[in-house]
Every structure is written in structure tokens, then in C-alpha cells.
């Protein structure tokens, strides 16, 4: 949110910046709210509740771009349907940070040349990320065309597939 204000105090960007997803904790969305309001582009940021998949395609199609801070995720599937979806995507890459190598951060791995990376613990990176995708729409498109091909590696059949490899593999080393 301190990147996102960074950006929208320079003029930068009008739009919002929706924060989608159910946020269990009572405590942790207070200090979220809190954050929000120190703010300057406060009206700004949107905090939704839980979404149905039906909102939450509503908000990938209205999307200008992707964002992912996380430092912390088994997998992140928000990042392969915002790559369905066709959105730019500026992600987190802990590796990129003094420390960082100490966070489980797959996001390379899984968007690879399809996601621009920042540093998630500098705000400065985060804004900077921002700002070439709202600025560089040659580079969006780029981005978007390489998610939507990327994309395809992680579908039901592909994964399936993969998996039947993985599985012939390991029986055939048991019988020789």
C-alpha cells in the first residue's frame, strides 16, 4: 500500500488499488486498515471481502495490471489465473533482497519471463515495478502475450500428464 501511495502521490495513478481476498485475521486487518488510512491515497484502496469466482473474474477483466508482494507462498495460484487472465505482472522475487533466500518466493519459477520482479521489501522497487507497467504499454502487452502462453504449462492436462511422467518414471527405477 506504502509503494501503491508512493505512485498515486506522483500523479502517476488515479485508479484503485484493490486488495482482493478474505483476511481471517481480526488483528492483522486492523493494522491493514490502519496502514490505509495513513495514507494519502486512502480513497483509493479497496479492501474486498471474500470473492466468488465470478467477482474475482470481474476484477482480473477490470485489472490494469497485477500485483504480487507476497514473500511467503506454497505455490500462488493468484499468479497463474492473473496470467489466464492475460495481465502484466509484477511480482515478488525475495532472491532480489539481502536476506531474502530465507523466504519460500516460487514466483519466478513460476511466471518466469512472463512477470516483471521486484524487491518485496523495498517499497521503492514495488513503485518502481508499478510505474513501467502503467507506463509502458509495449512492455504490457509483451508481458501479457508471454503470460497467456506460460500459462498453458499449468492446466489440469499438462499437470496431469506430468504427474503420470513422474509416476512411470519412479515405478520403472523400482523394477530394474
Known amino acids: 500500500m506504502r509503494a501503491f501511495d508512493r505512485l498515486a502521490s506522483k500523479g502517476a495513478y488515479r485508479g484503485k488499488l484493490v486488495i482482493a481476498g478474505a483476511i481471517h485475521s481480526r488483528r492483522y486487518y486492523r493494522d491493514l486498515q490502519r496502514t490505509r488510512d495513513s495514507l494519502a491515497s486512502r480513497e483509493q484502496i479497496v479492501f474486498t471481502e471474500t470473492v466468488s469466482s465470478d467477482e474475482l473474474a470481474h476484477l482480473y477483466r477490470h ?15 493468484p499468479l497463474v489465473e492473473a496470467m489466464g487472465a492475460g495481465l502484466p505482472i509484477a511480482a515478488s522475487d525475495c532472491r532480489l533482497a539481502h536476506g531474502g ?31 513501467r507497467l502503467l507506463s509502458d504499454s509495449m512492455h504490457c502487452r509483451d508481458l501479457a502475450m508471454r503470460a497467456t502462453k506460460r500459462v498453458t504449462r499449468f492446466g489440469w492436462d499438462h499437470t496431469a500428464g506430468t504427474t503420470a511422467e513422474l509416476f512411470n518414471e519412479i515405478a520403472w527405477q523400482r523394477l530394474q
Open 101 to 131: 533466500e530465507k523466504h519460500f518466493n516460487p514466483f519466478p519459477e513460476i511466471a518466469g519471463d512472463a512477470a516483471d520482479y521486484f524487491n518485496p521489501f523495498d517499497e521503492d522497487s514495488i513503485c518502481a515495478a508499478m510505474q
Open 63 to 77: 485489472a490494469r495490471l497485477f500485483v504480487f508482494p507476497s514473500i511467503e507462498e506454497t505455490f500462488g495460484l
